[in-house]
């Protein structure tokens, strides 16, 4: 593995599951640090040529999960960046162990409730295609949330605007950064 970057000149990678506006909030968060943002999910799909629910319907979970461990593994050597994570990258062993030695993670919390008016009826998340949406993040809940505790900073988002978020994530973060370099 590369070896570790020092704090304050990492990546600030966003973890937490699906709806808990890990996308909104780290584009706000990358403008507000002057940073670029990257999205991981897209970065999947470009390198794949494909949406995410073509990956899983034609390849398998597993291999997107083995998807998503090459393209994290290759933003989080690129110069510091706001990322964007799908809610089971930092579920991956492998992924983790990158995420914690390369980035600051930042967990994103909210009530069930939020999450599941988040979703919608979306249809771009294939763990929650023809299921209840509601069951599955509390399944979700319960088995990722000891995981996500791992992260380096946990934030509480709910029912906050994004801004909001954004400014509790630069408290929890102060003093951890370097100034971007330009
Ligand atoms: C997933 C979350 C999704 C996406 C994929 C799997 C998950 O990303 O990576 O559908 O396992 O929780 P978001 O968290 O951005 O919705």
């Known amino acids: 593995m590369t070896p570790d970057r020092p704090p304050g000149a990492r990546t600030i990678a966003l973890v937490g599951l699906m709806g808990v506006g890990k996308s909104t909030i780290g584009r ?3 403008q507000a640090l002057e940073l670029p943002f990257r999205d ?3 970065e999947i799909e470009a390198a794949a040529g494909r949406s995410i629910p073509e990956i899983f319907a034609e390849r398998g979970e597993a291999e997107f ?3 998503e461990r090459r393209v994290i593994g290759r933003l989080l050597q690129e110069p510091r960046h706001v990322l964007a994570t799908g809610g089971g990258a930092f579920m991956d ?3 983790r162990e990158l995420m914690k030695h390369r980035a600051i993670t930042v967990w994103l919390k909210a009530e069930l409730d939020v999450m599941v008016r988040r979703v919608g009826r979306k249809t771009t998340r294939p763990l929650l295609v ?3 949406s509601r069951e599955v993040l509390q399944e979700l809940m319960d088995r990722r949330y000891p995981v996500y505790a791992e992260a380096d900073i946990t934030v509480v988002t709910d029912d906050r605007p994004a801004n909001a978020a954004v400014d509790a994530i630069l408290a929890a ?3 951890r950064l370097e100034p971007a370099v330009g």
Do not use: V, Y
């Open 28 to 30: 706000r968060l990358a």
């Open 40 to 42: 991981a999910d897209q």
């Open 65 to 67: 999960r083995a998807g």
């Open 93 to 95: 062993p492998q992924t």
């Open 130 to 132: 023809g299921r209840d």
């Open 173 to 175: 973060l102060a003093g």
